[in-house]
T-cell receptor, first 110, second 115 residues
């Protein structure tokens, strides 16, 4: 069965600093990977996805993630974070269903 | 285009009661999946319905059940509620291709509190 590991439960960072949220998945022949963001008392919003093609995927709000097959990773990065990026971020892999990591809480302070 | 709609947003129930949650998927989406989110267990898959048939099922007891209607709307039912059923229940809709290359869109969830 597929599994996802998010090693960091919480990542504190100052505004305008770069950030990386780590995600590793169990290896599989076909891999479809996603990052979701959850704001307090909200559902999950799709941030970006890797289905095929270019290994570097980008979101409209400045996040990017790189699919690395050899390291079975799909880390999320942003070169400069804003206060509004404070949220919980979930990495997920999909086969017949979405399997989520335990989430990383990003805390951005001024 | 309207997103995924879950009703109600909040529910308070007593132990032993039953509850029904509703999910209306994005228009044109035929797959509806349900997830339970708790602080201790994280996000766990309950089941998926596609064209009114349960296609996949997670490891939850039989007290958790669901169904899907011909218009793709789905309901989830939990009987004989326990305190541990308190959670955020999330519904996700997708086009439903059996392969993995399809994205899922989530509703805002129903917060169930069992007292």
């Amino acid at each position: 069965a597929q599994s996802v590991t998010q090693l960091d439960s919480q990542v504190p960072v100052f505004e305008e600093a770069p950030v990386e949220l780590r995600c590793n998945y169990s290896s599989s022949v076909s891999v479809y990977l996603f990052w979701y963001v959850q704001y307090p008392n909200q559902g999950l919003q799709l941030l970006l996805k890797y289905l095929s093609g270019s290994t570097l995927v980008e979101s409209i709000n400045g996040f990017e993630a790189e699919f690395n097959k050899s390291q079975t990773s799909f880390h999320l990065r942003k070169p400069s974070v804003h206060i509004s990026d404070t949220a919980e971020y979930f990495c997920a892999v999909r086969d017949l269903k979405l399997v989520f990591g335990t989430g990383t809480r990003l805390l951005v302070s001024p | 285009k309207a997103g995924v709609t879950q009703t109600p947003r909040y529910l308070i129930k007593t132990r032993g009661q039953q509850v029904t949650l509703s999910c209306s998927p994005i228009s044109g989406h035929r797959s509806v999946s349900w997830y339970q989110q708790t602080p201790g267990q994280g996000l766990q898959f309950l089941f998926e319905y596609f064209s009114e048939t349960q296609r996949n099922k997670g490891n939850f007891p039989g007290r958790f059940s669901g169904r899907q209607f011909s218009n793709s709307r789905s309901e989830m039912n939990v009987s004989t509620l326990e305190l541990g059923d308190s959670a955020l229940y999330l519904c996700a809709s997708s086009l439903g291709r059996q392969g993995g290359n399809t994205e899922a869109f989530f509703g805002q969830g129903t917060r169930l509190t069992v007292v």
